[in-house]
């Protein structure tokens, strides 16, 4: 069974900084795109960055494009987010997704991906 667990999230101030990760079992990364999206209160989820396994190639959403880097671990099936210079604007609760091979990105839309994690909050104020 697919599973995806995230962890990292937090309280951080303004222009401060966490990493999230998501360790992904019993789904191959080869030919995966990964991805993460991101849900505030009363909006609708919306992807943040994802990556295609089989070139590397990353991709962002606008707002977030700079400060937010996406990588991923093959030794240990684990994809990361690293987001800097948080703004209040980006709390909401992380999401990793999984879907098999989609072709050429962007992904950011919620019904190409197979696999979710449970969510971590993320939480940025003063």
């Known amino acids: 069974q697919v599973q995806l667990v995230e962890s990292g999230g937090g309280l951080v101030q303004p222009g401060g900084s966490l990493t999230l990760s998501c360790k992904i079992s019993?789904?191959?990364?080869?030919?995966?795109?990964l991805g993460w999206f991101r849900q505030a209160p009363g909006r609708e989820r919306e992807g943040v960055s994802c990556?295609?396994?089989?070139?590397?190639?990353?991709y962002y959403e606008h707002s977030v494009k700079g400060r937010f880097t996406i990588s991923r671990d093959d030794a240990t099936n684990t994809v990361y987010l690293q987001m800097n210079s948080l703004k209040p604007e980006d709390t909401a609760v992380y999401y990793c997704a999984a879907s098999g091979w989609l072709g050429g990105g962007p992904h950011f839309l919620t019904y190409e991906y197979d696999h979710w994690g449970q969510g971590t909050q993320v939480t940025v104020s003063s």
């Open positions: 990556i295609v396994s089989r070139d590397g190639r990353t």
């Open positions: 019993e789904f191959s990364l080869d030919d995966a795109t």
